[in-house]
DNA sequence: TCCCTTGTTCGACATTCGACGAACATCGTA
DNA sequence: TACGATGTTCGTCGAATGTCGAACAAGGGA
């Protein structure tokens, strides 16, 4: 197997993608705490779903090009692209972001 | 029945509607023509599809808060909502439109 | 009145999505 | 080597989604 999970290129990320992956309240969750708390392996999310659902929803992220997932042992470190996101949406993340106060 | 479409007020749009709603392509393309355009009829939007289609992806932003439809004797004039969009969420609209130059 | 235009609604259908548990792979350590 | 911890993958399930055509509703003219 690619020791590598598959990432989209900074340049190649695409809207519709990135606004599917960021609908989702599991998924907008998620974002959320990487924003706050920088980075975090699969484990520290509180989410209230199974290992399974949740290593699901960290892929449609990754796919989408959201989130940058590395190895790290036998763990995976998950951390927010910010620079690519606002590279390429300028303004996108910090809109989310900022009115997604989870339960507002 | 109400002779008035249902919109949710501005106050109680959803995140993760709304970027659900501009998630798929076609509704995405929609909303840059209402941007460009202003406001449109429901058969001056040249997308793709059935107009039993057009009319379920112009209920699905709707419903969600991102367009204003009205009736207009036989048509329907539909509208993005912009202001209540930024409003809520600010610089997201902003930042979608920015971004979607469609074949970009 | 009859008909045409404009949209909506109603099934039907295939696809996708989110969720789960079980099984597997990988790494670190005892 | 054997075991435990951490995630991923697989198979499955039910619900939601996108699409279509056909039927329906409402207005405006001829």
Known sequence: M?????????????????????????????VRSLADAGACNCGAFTVPVA??????HLRVLREAGVTLTTREGTQRVVSLRAEDLTARFPGLLDAVLASAPVAA
């Open 2 to 30: 690619s020791d590598q999970l598959h990432h989209p290129p900074a340049e190649a990320l695409e809207l519709a993608a990135v606004l599917h992956a960021l609908s989702d309240p599991i998924r907008l969750n998620i």
């Open 51 to 56: 290992k399974s659902t949740l290593s699901h």
